[in-house]
């Protein structure tokens, strides 16, 4: 079993910058994927960017591509979302996901979410 916890989330200014993190505890290894999602409103939710909690290759919807920087810290048990050049577009609640990859090809564990909001 693994729990997430974001945190970071807040009103910003279009251009701003905001970090956003996920605190995981329970059993995360070498071969969780772990993934951060978003749904704006009136939206479906969608894959921002995701990373193998070992590290290694990261990937990014278009959207957020250049902007965002997925990264994680195994000491701390986190995995960070630095999102730059925010547009209100961005405008969302920002989920942490992880996924077993040895054993499931959906993410498994979500979450409670946290609110970005982008001012224009």
């Known amino acids: 079993q693994v729990q997430l916890v974001e945190s970071g989330g807040g009103l910003v200014q279009g251009g701003d910058s905001l970090r956003l993190s996920c605190a995981a505890s329970?059993?995360?290894?070498?071969?969780?994927?772990m993934g951060w999602f978003r749904q704006g409103p009136g939206k479906e939710r969608e894959f921002v960017a995701a990373?193998?909690?070992?590290?290694?290759?990261?990937a990014y919807a278009d959207s957020v591509k250049g902007r965002f920087i997925i990264s994680r810290d195994n000491d701390k048990n986190t995995v960070i979302l630095q999102m730059n050049s925010l547009k209100p577009e961005d405008t969302a609640v920002y989920f942490c996901?992880?996924?077993?990859?040895?054993?499931?090809?959906?993410?498994?564990?979500w979450g409670q979410g946290t609110q970005v909001t982008v001012s224009s």
């Open positions: 996901a992880a996924r077993n990859t040895l054993v499931s090809t959906k993410y498994e564990y």
């Open positions: 329970g059993r995360t290894t070498n071969n969780y994927r």
């Open positions: 990373i193998y909690w070992s590290g290694g290759s990261a």
